[in-house]
C-alpha cells in the first residue's frame, strides 16, 4: 500500500536582480533538511517563483523559510522572522498551494507599529483560541481559500473583514462579507488574522480588499492602494480537491496611527498618598487623569538610583548610581504597606510616623512645596530599614509560603548578577563613609566571586547589603505594578535611556574595563548652554564592550522591558560620537570629539605654518589682564602667570589646567571676587587654536577648539593662515567625519534595537552631523523635534506641520524653560514669533496667555508627528488656575547650570486635578479630536 502524500505548492512573488534566484529550505528531508549547501532552487514564471513536492503524511508539521542564493548557489539574503510553519496532518490526499509575500525587513511605519509600545499596548488585541480549519468532506468542485494577513495596527474594538467581486465574500456589500478571526504568532508577538471561504470554480477569478469596522461605532476604514486578485491554474488545480493559503500583505492603512502624549518627572507627581516626591504608584493616578484628557503615552525621567554623594545633587537624575537599581525616593510607602499585608502590613508606630512626617515633607508655609530630596531620601530610608528589620526573619526563612515571600527569594536569584553587586556597593559605600571607591580601604576593586563572599550572613556588611536587596524587590513590583496597569489602560508608559553612569557608580567600580575614565563626556556649545556641558561621566570603551556582545547594554535594556513599552535614548548622537574633554577641566568648551579624524601635523606644515605651540597654548599678552583686570591686573600676572617673552605670559605650573586653576583662586585669599576671577581666567585659558590628543605620545595629532574664530587668538593670526585653519575647521567638523560616525552608529544602535522590542525614540538635539538622520531613518528610530530649537541653522522656529510622520515634537522639554518662560525670556523672538509663526499682529503680550498656548499646542497637535508630546507644566498654562505666578518656578533643569537642584512637583495633588479640574481634561481632548489625532484603530 503506497504512503498518503500531500501535493504542496510553494509560490512566492519577488523581483531578483539578473544572476540571482529563489530558494526554498526547511525542516523534512524534502525541503533539504536546513541544508544550506542544497536548498530548493524555485522556478520563475508567471510573475512568481514557484515549486511543487510531494510531501507524506506523516511529515505532521514542516517549517521552511525562502532566501536568495546566487548562481554559485551560496546564500545571498534570508527572509526576515520567524520560520515559517504549516501542519500537514488533516490534508491527506490533497493539493495545496501556498502563496506567500516574502517577509523583508520591517521598515518605517510596518517597523514601529511592531514594537511592544502598538503590539501589547495602543493596539492591545487578545487573539482567539481556536484556528480556523479547512473542510475536507467538500466536494471537488468547491476550492477553498484561507486569507492570512499580518496586520498589528487594528485593536480589539476593531473587525477585520473581506470583501470583493464575488457572492462569496458579498460582491462588496459589507453587510455580507466574510469576517476574519485574530490569532497570536508562533513567536507570541505578532497578530494575523485568518479567513476561510468555500468558492466555486466559476467564480474564479475575483477581486477583493480588507476593511476594518469599529464593533463600537460602526466605523469604516478601507485599505489604502488598489484591489488585490485571486486566479488560479485552470489545470490540474481545477479537477483535483485543491485549499489555498494566502499569506498576504500586511493591511494597507490609509490614515498613519498619530498621538499625544505627556511629559513628567516622576518625582514631579503628587498625590494624596505621596510622601515628600512623587512615586510610583502615583503613576497608575496619573494613567487615569491621562485617559480623561485623551492621552496615549505618559514619558518620565530615569528612575535609577543617584545617591552618589548623599546630598541634592544627587537630584539629577541622568548621573546613575546603578544602570539596574531604582531610586527609593519613589518606593510608595502606603503602597508598600498594601504590599506587606499578607505578614500583617506596616506596623502601627510606624505607619503612624510616615502619616506625620508626610505632612511635613508635601506641606510649607500653608502650601505645597517643591521636592525636599534630602529629607524627603533620608526618611524613606530610615522608616523603610526599621520595616525591614521587622520583618527580615520571615522573608528570610527558607520554608516559608506567603506569597510576598517567594516573590522576593526568586527576585533576589533572577537579578543576581546586578542586584549583589550593588546591594554589596551600597553597604560598603555607607560602612566606609565615602563614595570615592578607590580611596577605600578595602575592596577598592573587586571580582564577582568577593562580592558573593561579602552578601553571605556572616559578612559584616549583611544587614545593609540585605536591607537594599529588599528596597530593590519593593521598588520593582510597585513600578512593574504601574507599568502594568498603564499597559491595561492602553497608555504608554516610554522610560528614559541615560547616555551616562556617575564615576563614582557601582558599574564603573564592578566592570572597571567597559569604562575610560581618564577623560569625562559631555556636548559642545549647543542651544542649552553657550559653553558646552561637562557631566562628568567616564567615556565608554565600546571596543570592550563589543569584545562582551554588548552584555552590560542589552541587561539595561532587558530591564526596561519589565516596566516600558517605549523609551527615549538620551543623547543619542553620542553613539555616533561622543564630546570627550580632559579629566583637568572644569567646563565643557575644550573638548573633542571621539571617535574622530584628527588634524595631523603635516595638514598644519602645510599651510606654510611651523610654530605648533603658538595655536595649542593660550594666547595670553599684557592688553588682555589691562582689558579685564584693569585696577589689579599687575596682582593677577604675580599670582598665577610667568612672563616667557616680553609682554607674553603662561600660567605658573601650580595653576596650568582649569581644576588647578579654580583651586588656586579658590585658595587665593587676596582675591575677592573669586567667581569673576575664575571665569575670566578660565577664559584666558581656553584662549586657543588646537587641542592636543592627550593619548597621543608622537603629538601629531590636533582638534581645533570649537568656536576658535570667537577667539583672540584666532584674530591675532595673519589672514593667511585664518583662512587656511577656517577651511580646515569646516573639514573637521563637517566633512571628514560622517562616514566614519555613521559606522559607529550602525554598530551600536542595531544592537540595542534587536535586543528589545520596545518603540525607540532619540534625543537627537545640538550639533547634529548630517549622517544623523538617514541612520534614523534606515532604523526607523524616531527622532525628536523641539520648535525653538530647528535642525536647519538658517531658520529661528520650526513650522510643525512640515515635520516628517516618524519623530516626536514638542514645544518644550525638561532642559528648555516652559513655554510661558520661554516667552518671558526672549523678548525679541517673542516679538517675531508672535507676527511670524503666530501670524497675529501688534505687539506681543508680556505674558503667554491661555489662548497663545493653546494655539502653539494646537500646531503640534495639527503635525504629522507620530506624537506630540506636551510637558504638564505646558498643558497646566491653558488655565489661569493651575499655573504657578513665576514660570521659573515650573522650570526642571538648566543645563548650563551643573549642579542644578531638580525639584519641581505639581502645585496640586493628581485626585484634585481629576475632580475639580475636569475642564483642563476636555479641553485637552477636543484639542485633539481636533487634530484627527483619535487614533484610527
Not at 587 to 592: H, N, Q, Y
Not at 631 to 658: A, G, M, P, R, V
Not at 668 to 697: C, H, P, Q, W, Y
Not at 837 to 860: M, W, Y
Request: charged residues 25%; aromatic residues 14%; negative net charge.
Amino acid at each position: 500500500m503506497s504512503e498518503i502524500s500531500v501535493s504542496v505548492s510553494f509560490k512566492i512573488g519577488y523581483r531578483c536582480d539578473y544572476g540571482f534566484r529563489v530558494a526554498i529550505t526547511g525542516s523534512p528531508t524534502e525541503l533539504s533538511s536546513w541544508k544550506l549547501f542544497r536548498p530548493l532552487n524555485l522556478e520563475f514564471g508567471n510573475t512568481q517563483w514557484a515549486i511543487t513536492l510531494s510531501l507524506p503524511k506523516t511529515t505532521f508539521e514542516l517549517e521552511y523559510k525562502y532566501l536568495i542564493i546566487d548562481d554559485g548557489g551560496n546564500a545571498i539574503r534570508w527572509e526576515e522572522g520567524q520560520n515559517r510553519k504549516l501542519n500537514l496532518c488533516s490534508f491527506a490526499d490533497s493539493t495545496i498551494e501556498i502563496r506567500d509575500f516574502w517577509h523583508g525587513k520591517k521598515h518605517g511605519n510596518d517597523f514601529v507599529y511592531s514594537t511592544a509600545a502598538f503590539r501589547d499596548v495602543i493596539f492591545r488585541n487578545v487573539p482567539d483560541t481556536n484556528l480556523q480549519s479547512f473542510d475536507l468532506n467538500i466536494s471537488d468542485d468547491l476550492k477553498q481559500i484561507k486569507f492570512c494577513i499580518w496586520q498589528q495596527q487594528i485593536d480589539q474594538n476593531f473587525d477585520l473583514f473581506i470583501t470583493g467581486g464575488t457572492r462569496e465574500i458579498g460582491n462588496w456589500d459589507l453587510t455580507k462579507s466574510t469576517k476574519m478571526r485574530r490569532f497570536l504568532s508562533t513567536d507570541g508577538k505578532t497578530i494575523h488574522w485568518e479567513g476561510i471561504i468555500k468558492i466555486p470554480i466559476e467564480n474564479i477569478p475575483f477581486e477583493y480588499k480588507y476593511v476594518a469596522i469599529c464593533s463600537k461605532t460602526n466605523k469604516i476604514l478601507w485599505e489604502d492602494g488598489g484591489n488585490r486578485y485571486f486566479d488560479i491554474d485552470r489545470q490540474p488545480l481545477a479537477a483535483a480537491r485543491s485549499l489555498f493559503i494566502i499569506n498576504d500583505q500586511g493591511f494597507i492603512n490609509p490614515v498613519p496611527w498619530r498621538g499625544v502624549g505627556v511629559a513628567i518627572p516622576v518625582f514631579s507627581l503628587r498625590s494624596s498618598d505621596s510622601v515628600g516626591s512623587g512615586e510610583f504608584p502615583d503613576i497608575k493616578k496619573f494613567v487615569d487623569w491621562s485617559l480623561e484628557s485623551g492621552l496615549h503615552l505618559i514619558q518620565i525621567l530615569p528612575v535609577n538610583d543617584t545617591r552618589v554623594h548623599g546630598s541634592w545633587w544627587d537630584s539629577y537624575p541622568y548621573s546613575s548610581l546603578s544602570v539596574y537599581a531604582l531610586h527609593p525616593i519613589y518606593l510608595g510607602l502606603f503602597e508598600l504597606h498594601n504590599q506587606l499585608k499578607e505578614l500583617g502590613g506596616i506596623p502601627k508606630n510606624l505607619l503612624e510616623d510616615i502619616h506625620f512626617q508626610q505632612k511635613n515633607l508635601e506641606i510649607e508655609d500653608g502650601k505645597f512645596c517643591p521636592l525636599k530630596y534630602e529629607e524627603t531620601l533620608n526618611f524613606k530610608i530610615a522608616i523603610t530599614k526599621k520595616i525591614w528589620q521587622f520583618y527580615q526573619p520571615k522573608f528570610e526563612n527558607s520554608s516559608a509560603t506567603a506569597k510576598i515571600v517567594l516573590d522576593y527569594q526568586k527576585f533576589c536569584t533572577d537579578e543576581s548578577e546586578w542586584l549583589l553587586p550593588y546591594s554589596v556597593f551600597c553597604a560598603l559605600k555607607e560602612k566606609f563613609n565615602t563614595p570615592y571607591f578607590d580611596q577605600w580601604p578595602k575592596y577598592n576593586t573587586i571580582t564577582f566571586k568577593e562580592v558573593e563572599e561579602l552578601s553571605g550572613k556572616e559578612s559584616d556588611i549583611y544587614s545593609n547589603f540585605s536591607f537594599n536587596c529588599f528596597i530593590q524587590f519593593c521598588l520593582f513590583e510597585q513600578l512593574n505594578d504601574a507599568a502594568n496597569y498603564a499597559a491595561s489602560k492602553r497608555v504608554v508608559l516610554k522610560g528614559d535611556l541615560p547616555i551616562g553612569v556617575d564615576p563614582l557608580s557601582v558599574d564603573v567600580w564592578i566592570n572597571p574595563h567597559l569604562f575610560r575614565k581618564q577623560v569625562s563626556v559631555g556636548a559642545p556649545p549647543d542651544a542649552f548652554s553657550d559653553d558646552g556641558q561637562n557631566w562628568g561621566f567616564p567615556a565608554y570603551d565600546w571596543e570592550a564592550m563589543q569584545r562582551e556582545d554588548y552584555h552590560w547594554w542589552r541587561e539595561r535594556l532587558r530591564i526596561m522591558a519589565k516596566f516600558f513599552h517605549a523609551f527615549r535614548i538620551d543623547h543619542i548622537l553620542g553613539f555616533f560620537r561622543i564630546w570627550e574633554i580632559s579629566r583637568s577641566c572644569v567646563g565643557g568648551l575644550i573638548g573633542r570629539f571621539n571617535p574622530s579624524i584628527p588634524i595631523w601635523k603635516h595638514e598644519i606644515e602645510d599651510l606654510g605654518w611651523w610654530d605648533i605651540n603658538r595655536l595649542i597654548n593660550p594666547y595670553i599678552r599684557l592688553y588682555h589682564f589691562q582689558k579685564e583686570f584693569p585696577q589689579n591686573y599687575q596682582q593677577i600676572i604675580s599670582l598665577f602667570f610667568d612672563e616667557y617673552e616680553k609682554f607674553c605670559f603662561k600660567f605658573k605650573d601650580f595653576c596650568n589646567t582649569e581644576i588647578k586653576l579654580s583651586e588656586a583662586i579658590d585658595n587665593a585669599t587676596v582675591i575677592s571676587n573669586k567667581d569673576e576671577t575664575k571665569n575670566k581666567l578660565i577664559g584666558f585659558m581656553r584662549n586657543v587654536i588646537l587641542i592636543v590628543d592627550e593619548e597621543d605620545l608622537s603629538n601629531n595629532k590636533f582638534y581645533p577648539r570649537i568656536k576658535l574664530f570667537n577667539t583672540d587668538s584666532y584674530h591675532s593670526l595673519p589672514d593667511f593662515l585664518k583662512k587656511s585653519l577656517y577651511d580646515l575647521y569646516i573639514s573637521y567638523f563637517y566633512q571628514r567625519q560622517d562616514a566614519e560616525w555613521r559606522a559607529k552608529a550602525m554598530q551600536k544602535l542595531p544592537m540595542m534595537m534587536t535586543t528589545t522590542d520596545m518603540l525607540v525614540c532619540g534625543e537627537d538635539l545640538g550639533m547634529i552631523p548630517d549622517c544623523v538622520q538617514g541612520v534614523l531613518d534606515e532604523l526607523s528610530l524616531l527622532g525628536l523635534r523641539v520648535q525653538r530649537m530647528p535642525k536647519e541653522e538658517t531658520l529661528l522656529y520650526d513650522l510643525p506641520y512640515t515635520y516628517s510622520y516618524l519623530t516626536v515634537c514638542t514645544p518644550s522639554v525638561h532642559d528648555t524653560s516652559t513655554l510661558r518662560g520661554w516667552w518671558e525670556e526672549d523678548k525679541t523672538g517673542t516679538q517675531t514669533f508672535y507676527n511670524s509663526f503666530l501670524n497675529r499682529s501688534g505687539t506681543a503680550p508680556t505674558f503667554c496667555e491661555a489662548d497663545i498656548v493653546k494655539q502653539i499646542l494646537q500646531s503640534h497637535f495639527d503635525s504629522q508627528s507620530m506624537l506630540t508630546i506636551i510637558c504638564l507644566q505646558d498643558f497646566f498654562a491653558l488655565t489661569s488656575t493651575l499655573r504657578l505666578s513665576n514660570p521659573n518656578d515650573e522650570r526642571i533643569n538648566i543645563p548650563a547650570i551643573r549642579h542644578h537642584y531638580w525639584r519641581y512637583r505639581m502645585q496640586l495633588t493628581i485626585e484634585e486635578l481629576l475632580e475639580n479640574h475636569g475642564y483642563l481634561a476636555t479641553d485637552i481632548k477636543s484639542m485633539i479630536v481636533q487634530s484627527k489625532r483619535i487614533a484610527n484603530f
